[in-house]
């Protein structure tokens, strides 16, 4: 021919590795599958702790003005929380009513929510027992 030594395709050496990938796939699948659920579920309670830090603080600021009450830093903050998606917070604000605070005093404001009502996943493994806070403290801006 032209000086070319013919080369086989395949070697009739070559072991027999029907199925193999089936069974690798069968060993890491599962593995994978568990990590990119708990990717998911730490990435939504970060997402809805930072959620609940901005609440806290938008309800801090409407604490923060002359003759606010408590239900007004409940609004500001179920308001903030229902553009991000989520439901079923509870918030405290200290001291209540917030126009209570002298000038300068603080008023703290803390939103909680169980992870399980926010959670993307049917049912949450890692955190379904967790509570989710977030915080805010803003100084009084007007005197009494």
Do not use: C, H
């Amino acid at each position: 021919m032209n000086g070319r030594a013919k080369i086989p395709a395949t070697s009739p050496r070559q072991p027999a590795r029907r199925g193999a990938t089936a069974v690798e796939f069968a060993f890491v699948a599962p593995v994978f599958f568990v990590l990119v659920l708990a990717i998911i579920e730490f990435g939504r309670a970060m997402m809805v702790q930072s959620l609940l830090v901005g609440a806290a603080e938008q309800g801090a600021r409407a604490g923060a003005m002359a003759n606010a009450t408590a239900s007004d830093v409940s609004t500001s903050v179920n308001s903030y929380l229902t553009s991000g998606g989520v439901a079923g917070a509870s918030t405290t604000v200290a001291p209540s009513p917030p126009s209570s605070a002298l000038s300068g005093q603080s008023i703290t404001v803390t939103v909680t929510v169980p992870y399980s009502s926010v959670s993307w996943l049917p049912s949450p493994s890692y955190l379904k027992t967790k509570t989710l806070t977030g915080s805010a403290i803003v100084q009084r801006e007007t005197g009494q």
